[in-house]
């Protein structure tokens, strides 16, 4: 009888459904906190560029009529928000769907560094290896004629990010079986990383558009890291929030046992 009492309690896995809402909740938040980043920070490198271009056009259409917006700036910048916001929902759904799924396989005694690690690692597939290999461009850069290559470039950047990911996975997961210590497995993960991360920027071809000599290089560096801060915070809430969330849902379901 005594023995039933003091009976420690184990974590149940937390249902799909369960996962699923409140990873869509943190995916809204950090939709919301990215909007409000673009906003605040994004909108002051964009605002230059546009500036620029204004200037290119009354330049090349001297004596023409300007062509009518068909939206504000502001219709624009709300239509940004909203689409900021809905991209982490969007994310955060796929994000639930590969949780579930290899949640038993990451490390991490509780789900906190579990979710965490898994939006470092999206993170560093979807935001930070396109910026390293094919960076984004303000408004005043870019050919239009150059659309459909820029595409395919980052595709593949994409795709060889989630075949290294796998890679990298398997390589772990063959350590372990094998019964190779934690260090030597991080170390064989970190050496396995750089070898496909150097093979992906010799393989692909980089940005085939050039940036024009009246484009200043504070313009468009300045828009670089604001979009790519953009994305830190997305996935940092994503990864922070979802994580909270379902740390305190497994945290709960243990304290009621």
Known sequence: MAETLYRPAIAQPPRFGQLFGRLVLAGAVAGALAGVFSLLVTERAIAPALA?????????????EPAEELFSRG??????????LLAGVVVAVVFAAVYALIRHRLPGRTDFPRVVLLAAVGFGIFALLPALKIPANPPAVGDPATVGTRTAIYGAVLLCGLISAML????????????????ASAIAAVAATAVLLVVVFVLIPDNPDTIGSDVPATLVWNFRLASLG????????????GGWLIDRLTGSSVAKR
């Open 168 to 183: 990298v996975s398997a390589l772990v997961s063959y350590l372990r079986s094998r019964e190779v210590g934690q260090a």
């Open 230 to 241: 953009q994305l830190v915070v997305l996935w940092a809430a994503l990864g922070l929030v």
């Open 52 to 64: 620029l271009e204004e200037a290119r056009a009354a330049a090349d259409g001297a004596g023409h």
């Open 75 to 84: 219709e624009q910048l709300l239509g940004g928000f909203v689409g900021t």
